[in-house]
C-alpha cells in the first residue's frame, strides 16, 4: 500500500496512476471500429443501424448508474486513507450487492424497458425489429456492467488503476474475438454481436473479482462478509446520497450535451460534418484528462481519510499541476497536426474547409476544461455530491441561456463559445467552494 506521507504525493505518483486510465479509455473506441467494421460488411446497413440503436439504447440505461463506479472510488479511498481496511473491503461487496440487485431487476423489467428506449430512437421497421434483438441479448451484460463499474472504481480508488486497464484490455480484446468467431466465423449478425459483448462483459466481470479478492486478502487476511457492517445504516446512507446527487448531475450533463448537438445540427450539414470532426479530435483529449481526475480523485480520498490537510493540498496541487502540463502539452500538439488531423476525417474539401474555420476552438479545448475535469475528481474523492450537483444546476442553467444566443447571433462560432462557456463553468462553479470543501472534510 503507497505511505500517505505528504512527501509521497509526486508528479510519478500521479501519472502512475492516471496513464493506465488513459490506456484503458483509449481500448474503447478501438473496440467499437472493430465491431463497426465487422458488422458493417454484412451487405446491408440495417444490421449496422440496429446495431447502433441498441448499443446506444443500453449505453443510455447503463450510465444512468455510473454513481457505482465514483462512489466505490471515494468511499474505498477515503476508508484506505483511515486505515480502515475492513471498511475498504466493505465498500467493495456494498457496491457489487448493489449493482447485482439493479443489474436483476433491468433484466426483469426488459420488456417494458425496451419499449420506452425503442420509443426514444427512431429507425427503419427492420433496424428496430432487430434492435430489439440486439437489448434483448445484451441487457442480460447488466449485472455484470454495472459490477464492473463499482470494480473499476474501487480499483481506481487504490490507486491500482493497472487493473481497471487489464479489465478493460480483457473485455475488449476478447468481445473482438467473438465477434469475429460468431459474425463471420458462425454466419451470425445482430445476435452475434450482442452474445459477444454478453460474454465479454462476464470474462471482464471475472478477471475483476479474481484481482479483487487478492487485493481483499492483502488488506484484510481473513475477511468474511459481516451483515451488521454491511447494512450499517450510516455507510449505505453516505452511499446513496451520493449516488444521488452524482445522477442528478449525470442528467444535466447528458442534457447539455444533447443540447450542444442540437445547436450544432442547425448550422446545416458542412458545418454539422465538421464539428463531427471537431468534437472526436476534443474526445480524444478527455481520455488524458480524465486519467488525471481519477488520480486526483483517489489521492484526495485519502487525504480526507487520513484527515491530513497538508496531505490534501499536496494532492490537489500536484495532480492539478501535472493535469495543466498535460493539458498544454495536448492542446500544443493538436494546433501542430491541424492539417493532418483534419485531412485524415475527411476528404471532401469544403468539410476540411469549414472544420479549419473552427479548429482553434477545439484546439485550445483541454486548457479550457482541464479544471472541471480536476474538481470533478477533487469533489468526488471528498464525497462532496451535493456540491457537484449543485455546481451543474447552475452551469447548465447559464450555458442553456448562453448558447442559444451565441448560436443565433454567431452561428458556429458561438456554438462552440458556449462549450467553452460551459467547461468553465463546470471548473469555477467548484473551485469556488474548495476552501468550504477543505473546512468540511478535514475543520477549522
Known amino acids: ?3 500517505t506521507d505528504p512527501k509521497a ?4 505518483r500521479v501519472a502512475a496512476i492516471a496513464l493506465p486510465v488513459v490506456l484503458s479509455n483509449a481500448t474503447v473506441p478501438l473496440q467499437g471500429a472493430v465491431d463497426t467494421a465487422i458488422i458493417g460488411n454484412l451487405g446491408s446497413a440495417v444490421f449496422l443501424a440496429a446495431v447502433t440503436l441498441g448499443a446506444a439504447a443500453i449505453q443510455l440505461i447503463l450510465q444512468v448508474f455510473n454513481f457505482l463506479q465514483f462512489g466505490a472510488a471515494a468511499l474505498g479511498a477515503q476508508a484506505e486513507g483511515a486505515g480502515d481496511h475492513r471498511r475498504v473491503i466493505n465498500v467493495l461487496a456494498r457496491s457489487l450487492i448493489v449493482a447485482g440487485g439493479v443489474g436483476v431487476t433491468l433484466i426483469v423489467l426488459q420488456w417494458p424497458i425496451t419499449w420506452a428506449l425503442m420509443s426514444v430512437f427512431e429507425g427503419s421497421d427492420r ?3 432487430l434492435a430489439a434483438v440486439y437489448i434483448a441479448i445484451r441487457i442480460w451484460t447488466a449485472p455484470a456492467e454495472l459490477a464492473n463499474f463499482a470494480l473499476m472504481g ?3 480508488g487504490q490507486e491500482q488503476t493497472r487493473r481497471l486497464f487489464e479489465m478493460q484490455l480483457v473485455v475488449s480484446l476478447s468481445n473482438i474475438v467473438l465477434n469475429l468467431i460468431f459474425v463471420l466465423g458462425l454466419g451470425m449478425d445482430v445476435d452475434g454481436v450482442a452474445l459477444g459483448t454478453l460474454i465479454a462483459a462476464y470474462l471482464g466481470l471475472a478477471y475483476g473479482l479474481w484481482h479483487a479478492r487478492a487485493r481483499m486478502q492483502a488488506l484484510f487476511p481473513g475477511w468474511r462478509m459481516e451483515r451488521a457492517r454491511l447494512l450499517n445504516a450510516e455507510e449505505i446512507g453516505k452511499m446513496f446520497r451520493l449516488s444521488r446527487d452524482i445522477f442528478i448531475r449525470t442528467i444535466l450533463l447528458a442534457g447539455a450535451l444533447t443540447w450542444m448537438t442540437r445547436l ?3 448550422q446545416g450539414d458542412i458545418v454539422l460534418a465538421a464539428n463531427g470532426i471537431l468534437y472526436q479530435i476534443f474526445h480524444v483529449t478527455t481520455y488524458g484528462l480524465d486519467g488525471f481526475a481519477i488520480a486526483s480523485e483517489a489521492l484526495v480520498g485519502k487525504a480526507i481519510g487520513a484527515q491530513n490537510r497538508e496531505l490534501l493540498r499536496q494532492s490537489v496541487r500536484v495532480s492539478c499541476v501535472a493535469a495543466a502540463v498535460l493539458a498544454l502539452s495536448m492542446a500544443a500538439l493538436i494546433l501542430v497536426l491541424e492539417t493532418p488531423l483534419i485531412a485524415l476525417f475527411t476528404n471532401v474539401y469544403e468539410v476540411r474547409a469549414a472544420a479549419h474555420s473552427f479548429y482553434i476552438w477545439t484546439a485550445l479545448l483541454p486548457l479550457v476544461g482541464v479544471l472541471a ?12 455530491g451535493a456540491a457537484m450537483r449543485n455546481g451543474m444546476i447552475v452551469s447548465a442553467g447559464l450555458y442553456y441561456m448562453f448558447s442559444g444566443w451565441a448560436a443565433e447571433g454567431y452561428g458556429n462560432h458561438g456554438v462552440w463559445a458556449g462549450i467553452w462557456g460551459f467547461l468553465l463553468l463546470r471548473g469555477l462553479t467548484l473551485a469556488v467552494q474548495y476552501p468550504r470543501l477543505e473546512a468540511r472534510a478535514i475543520g477549522p
Not at 9 to 12: I, K, N
Not at 373 to 384: C, L, N, S, W, Y
Open 373 to 384: 475535469f480536476q474538481m470533478d475528481g477533487i469533489f468526488v474523492g471528498a464525497t462532496e
Open 127 to 129: 433496424a428496430e425489429e
Open 9 to 12: 504525493v509526486t508528479y510519478r
Open 154 to 156: 474501487w480499483f481506481a
Open 264 to 266: 450544432g445540427s442547425q
Open 1 to 3: 500500500m503507497p505511505p
